[in-house]
């Protein structure tokens, strides 16, 4: 049997190379194009809608709470009178409310302040505190002295951040509570020293 010769392999031929016609390569253009245009557009409306409605710049909600009148109406249930303290203007109160006795049996008037900076101060009120519930508003914080502030004696309680000026006034007892520190407690603490009546 004869062995023929063996060639080598030919090589794979080249494919040709792609060529757009005129026409394909206008196409081609005019769709890169209006992708172009199309994510311009897009991002232009975007910006106009940012535009037209930019972010708030209040300080966010306020609730319309009149502390006199509802100091008024806590009067009828109170064996005391209910102070609504003069604030400084920008001061507002985010809650004003009369709290029936509970199982303890004492009921208060308190108030939550909110200052121009954010910070807050919590007064409360009542003719009946003891020992027991003031520890329990406070939470069990520890006396650490007393401060003289608008003519009057005020106990300070502190626990953490947690500072409470406390004062004795005829019948009621007033607690001032806050976690921003001593001078809102202060000017708070001098706005109801000049309010409160002696008899409480």
């Known amino acids: 049997m004869t062995n023929l010769p063996q060639t080598p392999e030919s090589a794979p031929e ?52 009149n502390v006199s009148v509802t100091a008024q109406e806590a009067a009828a249930a109170a064996d005391f009178t209910p102070l609504a303290p003069a604030v400084p203007e920008g001061w507002y109160a985010n809650f004003a409310r009369w709290i029936s006795a509970g199982v303890d049996g004492i009921a208060y008037w308190e108030i939550g302040y909110v200052t121009p900076e954010q910070k807050f101060v919590w007064f409360r009120q009542t003719a009946d505190a003891n020992a027991v519930w003031l520890a329990q508003i406070t939470d069990s914080a520890a006396i650490t002295g007393t401060t003289e502030i608008g003519g009057a004696t005020w106990e300070v309680r502190t626990k953490g951040k947690d500072t409470t000026y406390i004062l004795k006034r005829g019948r009621s007892t007033v607690l001032l509570s806050s976690k921003s520190g001593t001078n809102v407690l202060e000017e708070m603490a001098a706005i109801v020293a000049a309010g409160l009546p002696a008899a409480g």
């Open 14 to 65: 080249a494919l040709p190379k792609p060529v757009l016609t005129p026409s394909q390569a206008k196409r081609a253009n005019q769709t890169v194009k209006g992708m172009f245009i199309s994510v311009l557009l897009t991002v232009i409306i975007a910006v106009v809608v940012i535009a037209l409605n930019p972010a708030s710049k209040t300080d966010g909600y306020r609730p319309d709470i």
